[in-house]
T-cell receptor
Framework: EAGVVQSPRYKIIEKKQPVAFWCNPI?????LYWYLQNLGQGPELLIR????????DSQLPKDRFSAERLKGVDSTLKIQPAELGDSAVYLC????????????FGEGSRLTVL | DAKTTQPPSMDCAEGRAANLPCNHS???????VYWYRQIHSQGPQYIIH???NNETNEMASLIITEDRKSSTLILPHATLRDTAVYYC?????????????FGKGTTLSVSS
């Protein structure tokens, strides 16, 4: 069974440019998470989806970040415009059900903003 | 969620048992202890979780003290591939969909 798939794996852009990350969760997993991981730190939650609904986006910087999960499957995380401080790894995870603490993570998308 | 405290780094010789401690002195009765690890350039990977009984799976064993204020993750025969950052996380059982809160974890270095 395929795991959580993320793309692109690496992205280098100049500041003020837009960037988008894509995530395909494990089939049947209705809960999807986007995490941000800065160098040397643990992952931090940006947004959580239950099916198509964003049920926890309190940590998402809404002035420049947006996310969507159409049809409750794939998800896209967008940054526009990107700032130097956005350089980080963006991790997508999925889980089956709302109560489990067993999350399955993708390999992440490493963003470098120049 | 209760907070956890882990040593920033540990070393272990290949083939030896790696015992990673975690302190969670403010844990409440319905909170589980989860362990994840993150190998360099990969996403975190679930290892094991428990409430109050010791748990074992194909990857590791989890020992939780009787007062539940601390736990130890045991990798019985560490290999070089176990070199990773290990995260100890406490999460309530009834917190529907509550995201896992990661700290900085323990960097385990396994050497030959």
């Amino acid at each position: 069974e395929a795991g959580v798939v993320q793309s692109p794996r690496y992205k280098i852009i100049e500041k003020k440019q837009p960037v988008a990350f894509w995530c395909n969760p494990i089939s049947g997993h209705n809960t999807l998470y986007w995490y941000l991981q800065n160098l040397g730190q643990g992952p931090e939650l940006l947004i959580r989806y239950e099916n198509e609904e964003a049920v926890d986006d309190s940590q998402l910087p809404k002035d420049r970040f947006s996310a969507e999960r159409l049809k409750g499957v794939d998800s896209t995380l967008k940054i526009q415009p990107a700032e130097l401080g956005d350089s980080a790894v963006y991790l997508c995870a999925s889980s089956f059900g709302v109560y489990t603490g067993e999350l399955f993570f993708g390999e992440g998308s490493r963003l470098t903003v120049l | 969620d209760a907070k956890t405290t882990q040593p920033p780094s540990m070393d272990c010789a290949e083939g030896r048992a790696a015992n990673l401690p975690c302190n969670h002195s403010t844990i409440s009765g319905n909170e589980y202890v989860y362990w994840y690890r993150q190998i360099h350039s990969q996403g975190p990977q679930y290892i094991i979780h428990g409430l109050k009984n010791n748990e074992t799976n194909e990857m590791a064993s989890l020992i939780i003290t009787e007062d539940r204020k601390s736990s130890t993750l045991i990798l019985p025969h560490a290999t070089l591939r176990d070199t990773a950052v290990y995260y100890c996380i406490v999460r309530g059982a009834n917190q529907a969909g509550t995201a896992l809160i990661f700290g900085k974890g323990t960097t385990l270095s396994v050497s030959s």
